[in-house]
C-alpha cells in the first residue's frame, strides 16, 4: 500500500468512527436549508470541540501551555488513545513529509503558539525537522509543500467578504495557481481545490481556531474587534467539513445572542454545504456530526 493510500485509510478510519447526534444551536442554519442527499456522504464524522477559560488574556496573549495541552487533548480523543505520542503517530509516521497550512490574516491569524504545538508534536513523531514547514500564501514554492505527503490544516474560523466565512476548506485555496477562479458564486465551489493534486487526499486532521472569533464584518477585509469574542476553543477533526460546519453554529449562534434576532450572514457560507454535496469532502450535516466536548463549557453555545 502507498503512503497516500495508507493517509487516506487512516483518516477515513477515524472519520468513520462517529456517534451519536448533537443538538444545534437555537436559529435555522444555512446547513439545514436544503436536503442532503444520502449518497453525498453518507458516513457520520466526530470532531473535538476544546476550550480552557485561561488559554488568552484580556490582551489575546496565547498562553503556550495551554494551547498545547487543549491541542493534545483533542488529538487523544478523535484517535482514541490516552497516550499524546500514541495520538499523534495515528496521523502522522516519520516517513512523512509535513506541510502546516497555516494562516497569516494580519487581523486575525493563526497563533504562532499554536503553530509551535503542532510542529513539536510533528517532530516528535519521528518526522525531521528540515521535513516539517509551516507556510501560508507561498506553499506553492516552498519544497516542502511540493514534496508533502501529509498535511495539517489550521486557521481561525471569521466572517469573509468573499465566502461568508473564513474557513478549513478555504484555506487551502491558494494550492490553487489562480485563487480568484474560485470566488464566484460566494466562493460556492471551494471544495474543488481539495481535489488538486497538490493537496489531494493529504491532509491528515484540521484545527479550526476559535480562540477569538470574528462573526460579523463587510467589506473585504472589514476587522472590529466589537465583533470578535473570547471563545476561547478550538474545533479539531479529521473532516474538515465538519469542523467548519461546527464553527458555522458556534458563530450562528453567537449572531443570534448580540442581534437577538437570526442575522444572515452579508455573503451566504455556503460553499460548506457544497462541499458534502456536490464534492463529497465530509460531513456538513449536523445531524450526522458528534462533537465531543472537552474543558470549559460556560458560554459554548452549542
Same mark, same amino acid.
Given at each position: 500500500?502507498s503512503?497516500?493510500?495508507?493517509?487516506?485509510?487512516?483518516?477515513?478510519?477515524?472519520?468513520?468512527?462517529?456517534?451519536?447526534?448533537?443538538?444545534?444551536?437555537?436559529?435555522?442554519?444555512?446547513?439545514?436549508?436544503?436536503?442532503?442527499?444520502?449518497?453525498?456522504?453518507?458516513?457520520?464524522?466526530?470532531?473535538?470541540?476544546?476550550?480552557?477559560?485561561?488559554?488568552?488574556?484580556?490582551?489575546?496573549?496565547?498562553?503556550?501551555?495551554?494551547?498545547?495541552?487543549?491541542l493534545?487533548?483533542?488529538?487523544?480523543?478523535?484517535a482514541g488513545?490516552?497516550?499524546?505520542?500514541?495520538?499523534?503517530?495515528?496521523?502522522?509516521?516519520?516517513?512523512d513529509?509535513?506541510?502546516?497550512?497555516?494562516?497569516?490574516?494580519?487581523?486575525?491569524?493563526?497563533?504562532?503558539?499554536?503553530?509551535?504545538?503542532?510542529?513539536?508534536?510533528?517532530?516528535?513523531?519521528g518526522v525531521? $525537522?528540515n !521535513?516539517?514547514? #509551516?507556510?501560508d500564501?507561498?506553499?506553492l +514554492?516552498?519544497? @516542502?509543500?511540493?514534496?508533502?505527503? =501529509?498535511?495539517?490544516?489550521?486557521?481561525?474560523?471569521?466572517?469573509?467578504?468573499?465566502?461568508?466565512?473564513?474557513?478549513?476548506?478555504?484555506?487551502?485555496?491558494?494550492?490553487?495557481?489562480?485563487?480568484?477562479?474560485?470566488?464566484?458564486?460566494?466562493?460556492?465551489?471551494?471544495?474543488?481545490?481539495?481535489?488538486?493534486?497538490?493537496?489531494?487526499g493529504?491532509?491528515?486532521?484540521?484545527?479550526?481556531v476559535?480562540?477569538?472569533?470574528?462573526?460579523?464584518?463587510?467589506?473585504?477585509?472589514?476587522?472590529?474587534?466589537?465583533?470578535?469574542?473570547?471563545?476561547?476553543?478550538?474545533?479539531?477533526?479529521?473532516?474538515?467539513?465538519?469542523?467548519d460546519?461546527?464553527?458555522?453554529?458556534?458563530l450562528?449562534?453567537?449572531?443570534?445572542e448580540?442581534?437577538?434576532?437570526?442575522?444572515?450572514?452579508?455573503?451566504?457560507?455556503?460553499?460548506i454545504?457544497?462541499? $458534502?454535496? !456536490?464534492?463529497? #469532502?465530509?460531513?456538513?450535516?449536523?445531524? +450526522?456530526?458528534? @462533537?465531543?466536548?472537552?474543558?470549559? =463549557?460556560?458560554?459554548?453555545?452549542?
Amino acid at each position: 500500500m502507498s503512503r497516500h493510500q495508507q493517509g487516506l485509510t487512516r483518516r477515513d478510519f477515524i472519520r468513520n468512527a462517529a456517534g451519536l447526534t448533537v443538538a444545534g444551536a437555537a436559529g435555522v442554519s444555512v446547513l439545514s436549508q436544503q436536503d442532503v442527499s444520502a449518497q453525498a456522504a453518507p458516513a457520520k464524522a466526530k470532531v473535538v470541540l476544546v476550550r480552557d477559560a485561561n488559554v488568552v488574556d484580556a490582551d489575546w496573549k496565547v498562553n503556550a501551555k495551554i494551547i498545547q495541552r487543549m491541542l493534545d487533548d483533542a488529538v487523544k480523543e478523535l484517535a482514541g488513545e490516552s497516550d499524546v505520542a500514541a495520538a499523534w503517530k495515528r496521523f502522522i509516521q516519520p516517513n512523512d513529509t509535513v506541510g502546516i497550512k497555516t494562516n497569516l490574516w494580519e487581523n486575525l491569524r493563526t497563533p504562532a503558539e499554536l503553530e509551535a504545538a503542532i510542529k513539536r508534536r510533528v517532530i516528535e513523531a519521528g518526522v525531521p $525537522e528540515n !521535513k516539517v514547514a #509551516l507556510d501560508d500564501v507561498g506553499i506553492l +514554492r516552498n519544497p @516542502v509543500f511540493q514534496q508533502a505527503t =501529509a498535511l495539517i490544516n489550521t486557521r481561525p474560523m471569521r466572517t469573509h467578504h468573499w465566502s461568508g466565512v473564513g474557513t478549513l476548506i478555504k484555506n487551502y485555496i491558494v494550492f490553487s495557481e489562480k485563487p480568484s477562479q474560485w470566488h464566484e458564486d460566494a466562493c460556492a465551489n471551494l471544495a474543488g481545490v481539495w481535489d488538486l493534486p497538490v493537496c489531494k487526499g493529504k491532509t491528515r486532521l484540521n484545527i479550526l481556531v476559535m480562540l477569538t472569533p470574528l462573526f460579523h464584518g463587510k467589506g473585504p477585509q472589514d476587522f472590529n474587534k466589537k465583533y470578535t469574542w473570547e471563545y476561547k476553543g478550538l474545533v479539531v477533526g479529521s473532516d474538515p467539513v465538519a469542523c467548519d460546519a461546527t464553527g458555522l453554529r458556534i458563530l450562528e449562534a453567537k449572531r443570534k445572542e448580540f442581534f437577538q434576532a437570526d442575522e444572515p450572514f452579508a455573503i451566504s457560507p455556503k460553499h460548506i454545504r457544497v462541499a $458534502e454535496e !456536490k464534492y463529497h #469532502l465530509g460531513v456538513a450535516d449536523a445531524s +450526522r456530526i458528534e @462533537v465531543k466536548k472537552l474543558g470549559w =463549557a460556560e458560554g459554548i453555545l452549542i
